[in-house]
């Protein structure tokens, strides 16, 4: 007998299969707060910034926090299907005879490659930086896009 | 030795506060990133608080303590399906003892590009004044 299955396989999926460890990991790490000093990289290998990785049915949506840089500073750049963030981010000096308390905000350039998983349409990329989140809007191409069909 | 990776950023990954922060809504808690500079003058505090608008910050301070809790607008990004995720978003959480009397009336809070700057200015202290003492 011939079964046909309606369905596609299960598509790939660029979601991170340990998201669900890494939640454990924090958990684990809150609770023994600083038994384990050493610091621990998450999947982008520590590259600044930390970025998110959303779609829908025809955008993806590529976000990253990056405080304190303004739209002067930032460059974004894409090619075939790699978005290329990169930038400086400054940090004002201190008067010379302030001392500190705490010093937890760092300064330095940044660059940061993000493969995007399909074929995209890179003449209608949009980029928005508010609040010091930056949000870049990427439209996939067209064929990729899924069609509706009607049925008459 | 060369250290050719000085000023190569690296991420200063969000650190959840583990404290008794109010948890009146769901969602993780963040504490910001701050630098704290103190002159005779002033004390400077910049946060990071990047997604937290104007209106979502709260900045409170009360006898000794600051305390700056930052609300993130909602994302209306629910319909989204999640290829990468490599930082949580949530709300922020932060409270100071400060040291030194703080001149309530005269602070000053910018929030730029999500860093918040805040300036508290000390109290002035009592200029010593000299007594002339008159003799005749």
């Known amino acids: 007998m011939l079964y046909r299955t309606s369905f596609s ?5 660029y979601r991170n299969p340990f998201e669900e460890f890494e939640n454990v990991r924090q958990k684990m790490e809150n609770l023994f707060g600083t038994l384990s000093n050493r610091s621990y990289k998450s999947m982008g290998a520590g590259v600044f910034p930390a970025v998110n990785l959303t779609e829908d049915q025809g955008c993806y949506y590529v976000r990253a926090e990056i405080p ?9 750049n894409i090619t075939d299907s790699t978005l290329t963030i990169g930038g400086e981010r400054k940090i ?6 302030a001392r500190y308390h705490r010093r937890e905000r760092k300064a330095g350039k940044f660059s940061r490659a993000i493969a995007l998983p399909g074929e995209i349409n890179s003449e209608k990329v949009e980029a928005a930086l508010v609040n010091g989140v930056l949000t870049v809007t990427v439209p996939k191409a067209e064929k ?9 | 030795m060369t250290n050719t990776k000085t000023d190569e950023l ?3 990954e969000k650190r959840e506060a583990a404290g008794p922060a109010e948890l009146t809504k769901p969602g993780p808690v963040f504490t910001p990133h701050v630098d704290i500079f103190e002159t005779e003058k002033d004390i400077a505090l910049s946060a990071d608080m990047p997604g937290v608008s104007a209106e979502n910050l709260d900045i409170d301070l009360r006898e000794n303590t600051l ?6 607008a909602g994302e209306n990004n629910n319909n989204e399906d999640r290829i990468y995720v490599e930082y949580k978003t949530g709300r922020y959480y932060r409270q100071f003892s400060l040291s030194g009397v703080i001149d309530q009336s005269k602070i000053d809070a910018r929030l730029n590009d999500g860093v918040l700057r805040l300036l508290l200015p000390k109290v002035e202290k009592a200029v010593p004044r000299q007594i002339s003492i008159k003799t005749g």
């Open chain 1, 9 to 13: 396989p299960p598509a790939w999926r």
């Open chain 1, 68 to 76: 304190g840089v303004k739209n002067d500073d930032l460059e974004l």
């Open chain 1, 92 to 97: 004002p000096k201190e008067s010379e005879e």
């Open chain 1, 144 to 152: 990729v896009k899924p069609r509706q069909i009607t049925v008459r």
């Open chain 2, 10 to 12: 690296q991420v200063n």
């Open chain 2, 67 to 72: 305390t700056l809790t930052g609300d993130i």
